[in-house]
Protein backbone atom coordinates (compact mmCIF):
# COMPACT_ATOMS: atom_id res chain seq x y z
CA UNK A 1 0.00 0.00 0.00
CA UNK A 2 1.29 3.06 -0.47
CA UNK A 3 2.26 5.37 2.59
CA UNK A 4 0.79 8.39 1.21
CA UNK A 5 -2.45 7.28 0.47
CA UNK A 6 -4.48 7.60 3.98
CA UNK A 7 -5.82 4.10 5.28
CA UNK A 8 -10.24 3.65 4.72
CA UNK A 9 -11.95 3.95 7.28
CA UNK A 10 -13.73 0.43 9.20
CA UNK A 11 -16.86 1.38 10.93
CA UNK A 12 -18.70 -0.65 13.45
CA UNK A 13 -22.31 0.50 13.84
CA UNK A 14 -23.35 -0.75 16.80
CA UNK A 15 -26.04 -0.06 19.71
CA UNK A 16 -29.36 -0.64 20.57
CA UNK A 17 -31.62 -3.24 18.94
CA UNK A 18 -34.49 -0.78 17.09
CA UNK A 19 -32.44 2.41 16.91
CA UNK A 20 -32.14 2.29 13.10
CA UNK A 21 -29.01 0.37 12.42
CA UNK A 22 -30.30 -1.38 9.36
CA UNK A 23 -31.34 2.27 8.10
CA UNK A 24 -27.68 3.72 8.58
CA UNK A 25 -26.33 1.08 6.57
CA UNK A 26 -29.09 1.75 3.76
CA UNK A 27 -27.58 5.14 3.88
CA UNK A 28 -23.56 4.68 4.19
CA UNK A 29 -24.11 1.98 1.26
CA UNK A 30 -25.62 4.32 -0.90
CA UNK A 31 -22.50 7.20 -0.09
CA UNK A 32 -20.97 4.48 -1.65
CA UNK A 33 -19.46 2.70 1.59
CA UNK A 34 -19.03 -1.49 1.82
CA UNK A 35 -21.54 -2.49 4.06
CA UNK A 36 -23.03 -5.76 5.71
CA UNK A 37 -25.29 -6.52 8.51
CA UNK A 38 -25.16 -9.23 11.24
CA UNK A 39 -21.42 -9.95 9.95
CA UNK A 40 -20.11 -13.13 12.21
CA UNK A 41 -17.04 -11.47 14.27
CA UNK A 42 -15.01 -14.48 12.77
CA UNK A 43 -15.67 -13.14 9.03
CA UNK A 44 -14.56 -9.43 9.86
CA UNK A 45 -11.08 -9.85 8.25
CA UNK A 46 -12.19 -11.83 5.23
CA UNK A 47 -15.12 -9.15 4.71
CA UNK A 48 -13.04 -6.29 4.85
CA UNK A 49 -10.24 -7.59 2.51
CA UNK A 50 -11.49 -10.32 0.74
CA UNK A 51 -9.13 -10.63 -2.30
CA UNK A 52 -8.43 -6.67 -1.91
CA UNK A 53 -5.23 -7.93 -0.02
CA UNK A 54 -4.26 -4.40 1.58
CA UNK A 55 -5.51 -2.58 -1.04
CA UNK A 56 -8.71 -1.33 -0.08
CA UNK A 57 -10.06 1.46 -1.03
CA UNK A 58 -13.49 2.50 -0.51
CA UNK A 59 -14.89 2.24 3.53
CA UNK A 60 -16.42 0.02 4.87
CA UNK A 61 -19.40 -0.37 7.56
CA UNK A 62 -19.77 -3.51 9.39
CA UNK A 63 -23.11 -3.77 11.18
CA UNK A 64 -23.06 -5.75 14.73
CA UNK A 65 -25.39 -6.01 17.79
CA UNK A 66 -26.66 -8.86 19.82
CA UNK A 67 -28.11 -10.79 16.96
CA UNK A 68 -24.60 -11.29 15.54
CA UNK A 69 -23.12 -14.37 15.77
CA UNK A 70 -20.34 -14.28 18.26
CA UNK A 71 -21.06 -10.57 19.44
CA UNK A 72 -18.41 -9.54 22.94
CA UNK A 73 -18.70 -6.33 23.85
CA UNK A 74 -15.65 -6.57 25.78
CA UNK A 75 -13.66 -8.47 22.29
CA UNK A 76 -15.02 -6.48 19.77
CA UNK A 77 -12.57 -3.20 19.94
CA UNK A 78 -10.15 -5.75 19.65
CA UNK A 79 -10.77 -7.49 16.91
CA UNK A 80 -11.45 -4.04 15.09
CA UNK A 81 -7.82 -2.81 16.08
CA UNK A 82 -6.62 -6.16 14.67
CA UNK A 83 -8.10 -5.40 11.24
CA UNK A 84 -4.96 -4.06 9.27
CA UNK A 85 -4.78 -1.96 6.83
CA UNK A 86 -8.26 0.51 7.50
CA UNK A 87 -9.04 2.90 10.14
CA UNK A 88 -10.92 1.73 12.48
CA UNK A 89 -14.10 3.61 14.33
CA UNK A 90 -17.43 2.63 16.40
CA UNK A 91 -20.55 4.18 15.83
CA UNK A 92 -23.12 3.48 18.66
CA UNK A 93 -26.66 4.29 17.94
CA UNK A 94 -28.43 4.91 21.07
CA UNK A 95 -32.42 5.38 21.42
CA UNK A 96 -35.19 6.04 24.89
CA UNK A 97 -36.32 3.10 26.00
CA UNK A 98 -39.91 3.90 25.22
CA UNK A 99 -39.16 4.92 21.77
CA UNK A 100 -37.64 1.03 21.72
CA UNK A 101 -40.62 -0.04 23.01
CA UNK A 102 -43.47 2.07 20.32
CA UNK A 103 -41.20 0.35 17.81
CA UNK A 104 -40.96 -2.84 19.11
CA UNK A 105 -45.03 -2.53 18.90
CA UNK A 106 -45.78 -1.06 15.77
CA UNK A 107 -43.71 -3.85 13.77
CA UNK A 108 -44.78 -6.34 16.18
CA UNK A 109 -42.03 -7.84 16.46
CA UNK A 110 -39.99 -9.42 19.37
CA UNK A 111 -36.54 -7.97 21.16
CA UNK A 112 -33.92 -10.63 20.42
CA UNK A 113 -32.88 -10.52 24.46
CA UNK A 114 -36.34 -10.74 25.52
CA UNK A 115 -38.10 -13.83 23.06
CA UNK A 116 -40.84 -14.76 26.02
CA UNK A 117 -40.60 -11.12 28.41
CA UNK A 118 -41.48 -7.31 27.65
CA UNK A 119 -39.57 -5.76 25.07
CA UNK A 120 -38.27 -3.71 28.21
CA UNK A 121 -36.81 -6.31 29.74
CA UNK A 122 -34.91 -7.09 26.60
CA UNK A 123 -33.89 -3.59 26.51
CA UNK A 124 -32.48 -3.20 30.08
CA UNK A 125 -30.73 -6.01 29.47
CA UNK A 126 -28.92 -4.68 25.92
CA UNK A 127 -28.24 -1.60 27.23
CA UNK A 128 -26.17 -2.69 29.99
CA UNK A 129 -24.52 -5.62 27.93
CA UNK A 130 -23.35 -2.94 25.45
CA UNK A 131 -22.64 -0.25 28.12
CA UNK A 132 -18.93 -1.02 27.37
CA UNK A 133 -19.04 -0.03 23.72
CA UNK A 134 -20.60 2.98 24.33
CA UNK A 135 -18.38 4.02 26.68
CA UNK A 136 -15.68 4.10 24.00
CA UNK A 137 -17.32 4.45 21.26
CA UNK A 138 -15.72 7.28 18.62
CA UNK A 139 -19.51 8.78 17.83
CA UNK A 140 -22.53 8.83 19.42
CA UNK A 141 -25.77 9.15 17.47
CA UNK A 142 -29.27 8.94 18.97
CA UNK A 143 -32.44 8.32 16.88
CA UNK A 144 -34.97 8.95 19.19
CA UNK A 145 -36.39 12.21 18.04
CA UNK A 146 -34.54 12.13 14.53
CA UNK A 147 -36.93 11.47 11.50
CA UNK A 148 -35.61 9.04 9.06
CA UNK A 149 -34.90 12.27 6.85
CA UNK A 150 -33.08 13.69 9.79
CA UNK A 151 -30.93 10.54 10.42
CA UNK A 152 -30.06 9.92 6.29
CA UNK A 153 -29.17 14.33 6.37
CA UNK A 154 -26.78 13.48 9.85
CA UNK A 155 -25.13 10.57 8.15
CA UNK A 156 -24.39 12.60 5.07
CA UNK A 157 -22.17 15.29 7.32
CA UNK A 158 -20.59 12.82 9.43
CA UNK A 159 -19.61 10.18 6.59
CA UNK A 160 -20.68 11.31 3.52
CA UNK A 161 -17.81 14.50 3.03
CA UNK A 162 -14.20 15.25 4.22
CA UNK A 163 -13.14 13.25 7.30
CA UNK A 164 -10.65 15.58 7.89
CA UNK A 165 -12.94 18.45 8.89
CA UNK A 166 -14.80 18.37 12.03
CA UNK A 167 -18.39 17.72 11.97
CA UNK A 168 -19.95 20.35 14.77
CA UNK A 169 -23.95 20.89 15.10
CA UNK A 170 -25.36 23.20 17.27
CA UNK A 171 -28.99 22.52 18.41
CA UNK A 172 -31.71 24.05 19.98
CA UNK A 173 -33.97 22.33 22.26
CA UNK A 174 -36.83 22.98 24.95
CA UNK A 175 -36.15 21.50 28.97
CA UNK A 176 -39.79 20.78 29.02
CA UNK A 177 -39.64 18.37 26.17
CA UNK A 178 -36.47 16.53 27.56
CA UNK A 179 -33.17 17.39 27.66
CA UNK A 180 -30.90 17.33 24.24
CA UNK A 181 -29.59 13.46 24.37
CA UNK A 182 -26.87 14.44 21.64
CA UNK A 183 -25.25 17.16 23.43
CA UNK A 184 -21.28 17.19 24.36
CA UNK A 185 -21.86 20.50 25.63
CA UNK A 186 -25.35 22.33 27.06
CA UNK A 187 -26.35 25.85 27.40
CA UNK A 188 -28.90 26.81 29.23
CA UNK A 189 -30.38 30.16 28.26
CA UNK A 190 -33.99 30.26 30.54
CA UNK A 191 -31.95 33.55 32.30
CA UNK A 192 -32.91 35.38 29.13
CA UNK A 193 -35.89 37.53 28.82
CA UNK A 194 -38.97 35.38 27.86
CA UNK A 195 -40.38 36.18 24.34
CA UNK A 196 -43.33 33.72 25.29
CA UNK A 197 -44.89 36.91 27.14
CA UNK A 198 -44.61 39.21 24.32
CA UNK A 199 -47.82 38.46 22.67
CA UNK A 200 -46.39 39.57 19.26
CA UNK A 201 -44.03 37.68 19.89
CA UNK A 202 -45.44 34.38 21.15
CA UNK A 203 -46.25 32.84 17.26
CA UNK A 204 -43.49 33.50 15.91
CA UNK A 205 -39.64 31.76 16.84
CA UNK A 206 -35.94 32.27 17.44
CA UNK A 207 -35.23 32.44 13.60
CA UNK A 208 -37.56 35.63 13.21
CA UNK A 209 -35.70 38.95 13.09
CA UNK A 210 -37.94 40.48 15.73
CA UNK A 211 -37.90 37.53 18.36
CA UNK A 212 -33.95 37.64 17.91
CA UNK A 213 -33.82 41.67 18.23
CA UNK A 214 -36.10 40.95 21.50
CA UNK A 215 -33.10 38.68 22.95
CA UNK A 216 -30.30 40.97 21.95
CA UNK A 217 -32.06 43.21 23.79
CA UNK A 218 -31.34 41.12 27.77
CA UNK A 219 -28.04 42.63 28.99
CA UNK A 220 -26.92 39.38 29.53
CA UNK A 221 -27.33 38.21 25.77
CA UNK A 222 -24.25 39.41 23.67
CA UNK A 223 -21.72 38.71 27.12
CA UNK A 224 -23.26 35.59 27.71
CA UNK A 225 -22.48 34.89 23.58
CA UNK A 226 -19.57 36.40 23.51
CA UNK A 227 -17.94 33.97 26.45
CA UNK A 228 -19.75 30.87 25.20
CA UNK A 229 -17.85 31.63 21.54
CA UNK A 230 -14.47 31.57 23.29
CA UNK A 231 -14.88 28.46 25.23
CA UNK A 232 -16.05 26.43 21.72
CA UNK A 233 -13.16 28.52 19.41
CA UNK A 234 -10.59 26.97 22.20
CA UNK A 235 -12.54 23.84 22.94
CA UNK A 236 -13.16 22.51 18.95
CA UNK A 237 -9.41 22.27 18.20
CA UNK A 238 -8.53 20.17 21.24
CA UNK A 239 -11.74 17.99 20.34
CA UNK A 240 -10.17 17.30 17.01
CA UNK A 241 -7.20 16.99 18.05
CA UNK A 242 -8.34 14.49 20.73
CA UNK A 243 -9.10 12.25 18.01
CA UNK A 244 -13.57 13.54 18.41
CA UNK A 245 -14.78 14.09 14.85
CA UNK A 246 -17.98 15.25 16.34
CA UNK A 247 -19.22 18.00 18.39
CA UNK A 248 -22.67 18.24 18.83
CA UNK A 249 -23.26 21.85 21.07
CA UNK A 250 -27.54 22.29 22.37
CA UNK A 251 -28.80 25.40 23.57
CA UNK A 252 -31.95 24.90 25.73
CA UNK A 253 -34.95 27.19 26.93
CA UNK A 254 -38.10 26.53 28.19
CA UNK A 255 -40.21 25.12 25.07
CA UNK A 256 -37.35 25.07 22.50
CA UNK A 257 -38.75 27.77 20.07
CA UNK A 258 -37.35 31.26 21.24
CA UNK A 259 -34.41 31.78 23.24
CA UNK A 260 -32.62 28.64 22.46
CA UNK A 261 -33.30 28.97 18.79
CA UNK A 262 -32.31 32.33 18.85
CA UNK A 263 -28.82 31.62 20.35
CA UNK A 264 -28.02 28.43 18.75
CA UNK A 265 -28.45 30.75 15.32
CA UNK A 266 -26.16 33.55 16.96
CA UNK A 267 -23.64 30.57 17.99
CA UNK A 268 -23.69 28.94 14.34
CA UNK A 269 -22.79 32.17 12.81
CA UNK A 270 -20.46 33.27 14.90
CA UNK A 271 -18.41 29.83 14.13
CA UNK A 272 -18.73 30.19 10.84
CA UNK A 273 -17.39 33.50 10.57
CA UNK A 274 -14.61 31.88 12.40
CA UNK A 275 -13.87 29.47 10.01
CA UNK A 276 -15.95 25.88 11.49
CA UNK A 277 -18.14 24.47 9.64
CA UNK A 278 -21.55 23.93 11.05
CA UNK A 279 -25.07 22.68 10.69
CA UNK A 280 -27.80 23.74 12.81
CA UNK A 281 -30.89 21.71 13.85
CA UNK A 282 -33.75 23.04 15.84
CA UNK A 283 -35.38 19.73 17.63
CA UNK A 284 -38.38 21.71 19.16
CA UNK A 285 -39.49 24.91 16.84
CA UNK A 286 -42.02 23.03 15.42
CA UNK A 287 -44.15 22.45 18.71
CA UNK A 288 -46.86 25.11 19.62
CA UNK A 289 -46.34 27.50 22.19
CA UNK A 290 -48.05 26.83 25.65
CA UNK A 291 -48.55 29.14 28.39
CA UNK A 292 -48.74 26.09 30.52
CA UNK A 293 -45.60 24.53 29.71
CA UNK A 294 -43.80 27.84 30.12
CA UNK A 295 -45.56 28.55 33.34
CA UNK A 296 -45.10 25.61 35.04
CA UNK A 297 -41.26 25.46 34.03
CA UNK A 298 -40.39 29.02 35.30
CA UNK A 299 -42.19 28.18 38.44
CA UNK A 300 -39.68 24.98 39.00
CA UNK A 301 -36.76 26.39 38.04
CA UNK A 302 -36.92 29.64 38.92
CA UNK A 303 -36.62 31.38 35.74
CA UNK A 304 -39.27 34.00 35.63
CA UNK A 305 -37.46 34.62 31.92
CA UNK A 306 -40.41 37.94 31.26
CA UNK A 307 -43.46 39.65 32.37
CA UNK A 308 -46.48 37.27 33.10
CA UNK A 309 -44.84 35.39 35.52
Known amino acids: MDPARSLPRLLLVTGMSGAGKSSVLDALEDMGWDCVDNLPTALLHDFVHGEQSDDRVAPVAVGMDVRSRGFDPDKLPDLLKSVEGVVPEILYLDCSGVELVRRYDETRRK ?27 DSLLDTTDLTPAELRDELVRRYGGDSRQPVITIASFGFSRGVSRTADLMFDMR ?111 GYAGGAGI
Open 111 to 137: HPLAEDRPAEDGIARERALTAPLRQIA
Open 191 to 301: FLDNPHWIDSLRPLTGEDPAVQEHIRKDPSFAATMDRIEGLLTDLIPRYWAAGKPYLAVAFGCTGGRHRSVAAAVDMAARLRAAGFPVNIRHRDLASPPSDTIEDDMARAT
